[in-house]
């Protein structure tokens, strides 16, 4: 039921079962802790409210020994679901959330990989999405079709465009993101060396380098 030809790739952002106004940083959650009771609220209505609050001051409580932890005053947590990130969706709305990725056979669509963080999109995720597509197909796929705003995409650029919205990306770009560093030191200027005739140079890789003639831009002396 799988070709291994193609993967297709695409995420979204889970809202948590929590609100935004349940997020509290240090300055906030003391703030709330310090509030005096209400006098002018009837008997009737804080007998209603009495267990609501109660549980409310006993999260805001474990939340902020836990802020209290941080070294960084400026973090927030979610009372009521803790590992839920504050998130910007795709309709701008700013929420308590989960990033959600999946990736499909790009022939009939089966799922061959989920993964749930609590962070936003980094560049190398897809590498590791395709590799636990890899180990749950039992098997290797040519191609993975990401959307364009992929933080992969746009920091590696071993792909081409098929689309408007979607790109090809060949999956032996893992081995340009994890050598991206060994390269650059291995490619520094120290590393290349003049030939004796003066004119020529060889690089790191003992191919030799000519030199050749600069091509003109208009416009530019």
Same mark, same amino acid.
């Given at each position: 039921?799988?070709?291994? +030809?193609?993967?297709?790739?695409?995420?979204?952002?889970?809202?948590?079962?929590?609100?935004?106004?349940?997020?509290?940083?240090?300055?906030?959650? +003391?703030?709330?802790?310090?509030?005096?009771?209400?006098?002018?609220?009837?008997?009737?209505?804080?007998?209603?409210?009495?267990?609501?609050?109660?549980?409310?001051?006993?999260?805001?409580?474990?939340?902020?020994?836990?802020?209290?932890?941080?070294?960084?005053?400026?973090?927030?947590?979610?009372?009521?679901?803790?590992?839920?990130?504050?998130?910007?969706?795709?309709?701008?709305?700013?929420?308590?959330?989960?990033?959600?990725?999946?990736?499909?056979?790009? @022939?009939?669509?089966?799922?061959?990989?989920?993964?749930?963080? +609590?962070?936003?999109?980094?560049?190398?995720?897809?590498?590791?999405?395709?590799?636990?597509? +890899?180990?749950?197909?039992?098997?290797?796929?040519?191609?993975?079709?990401? @959307?364009?705003?992929?933080?992969?995409?746009?920091?590696?650029?071993?792909?081409?465009?098929?689309?408007?919205?979607?790109?090809?990306?060949?999956?032996?770009?893992?081995?340009?993101?994890?050598?991206?560093?060994?390269?650059?030191?291995?490619?520094?200027?120290?590393?290349?060396?003049?030939?004796?005739?003066?004119?020529?140079?060889?690089?790191?890789?003992?191919?030799?380098?000519?030199?050749?003639?600069?091509?003109?831009?208009?416009?530019?002396?």
């Amino acid at each position: 039921m799988i070709d291994f +030809k193609h993967l297709a790739l695409d995420g979204r952002k889970i809202q948590a079962s929590a609100n935004f106004r349940n997020n509290v940083d240090r300055a906030r959650g +003391k703030k709330q802790l310090e509030l005096e009771p209400n006098d002018a609220l009837a008997q009737e209505r804080i007998d209603e409210r009495i267990k609501r609050l109660e549980r409310k001051e006993i999260r805001l409580a474990q939340t902020l020994a836990v802020l209290e932890s941080y070294e960084d005053e400026k973090p927030s947590l979610n009372m009521v679901d803790p590992d839920a990130k504050i998130m910007k969706h795709k309709d701008r709305r700013i929420l308590p959330s989960y990033n959600q990725q999946s990736v499909v056979d790009g @022939t009939f669509g089966i799922i061959s990989a989920v993964a749930t963080t +609590k962070s936003g999109d980094k560049p190398g995720d897809l590498f590791a999405m395709v590799d636990a597509a +890899k180990e749950n197909a039992g098997g290797s796929f040519d191609t993975c079709l990401p @959307t364009r705003d992929s933080p992969t995409m746009k920091r590696f650029g071993r792909w081409k465009r098929i689309g408007r919205k979607i790109f090809m990306f060949r999956t032996s770009g893992k081995k340009l993101w994890t050598t991206r560093k060994q390269s650059a030191a291995k490619f520094d200027k120290s590393n290349f060396h003049a030939g004796d005739d003066g004119l020529s140079m060889h690089c790191p890789a003992g191919k030799g380098m000519h030199q050749g003639e600069g091509r003109e831009t208009p416009g530019v002396p």
